[in-house]
Nanobody
Framework: QVQLVESGGGLVQAGGSLRLSCAAS????????MGWYRQAPGKQRELVAA???????NYADSVKGRFTISRDNAKNTVYLQMNSLKPEDTAVYYC???????????????????WGQGTQVTVSS
């Protein structure tokens, strides 16, 4: 079993910064792509940023130039540095990871998708 635990959310004024962390633990052989998604009330969950094990990154257009995703492979942790926050960034932020694990039902190695429990980010105007 694999667990993703997020931290770092909170309330911040517009223009401020927050840093989210997500630590993966459990029966991990390797972490593939890790990313951050967000879901605002009444809206669908959307990709914010993703990073491969080699460090290649991808960002939503709405956060380019303001957010930076990074990871520490030795600590199985992914970070999201959020600067110049806007009220429209308010959402629950979820960590996601594709993890190379032993799949018991298949009795074979494979990649499974895991989610964290979410952390609230609120940006006041």
């Amino acid at each position: 079993q694999v667990q993703l635990v997020e931290s770092g959310g909170g309330l911040v004024q517009a223009g401020g910064s927050l840093r989210l962390s997500c630590a993966a633990s459990g029966s991990i052989f390797s972490l593939k792509i890790m990313g951050w998604y967000r879901q605002a009330p009444g809206k669908q969950r959307e990709l914010v940023a993703a990073i491969t094990s080699g460090g290649s990154t991808n960002y939503a257009d709405s956060v380019k130039g303001r957010f930076t995703i990074s990871r520490d492979n030795a600590k199985n942790t992914v970070y999201l540095q959020m600067n110049s926050l806007k009220p429209e960034d308010t959402a629950v932020y979820y960590c996601n990871a594709d993890v190379f694990v032993f799949i018991i039902t298949a009795q074979a190695m494979g990649v499974k998708d895991y989610w964290g429990q979410g952390t609230q980010v609120t940006v006041s105007s």
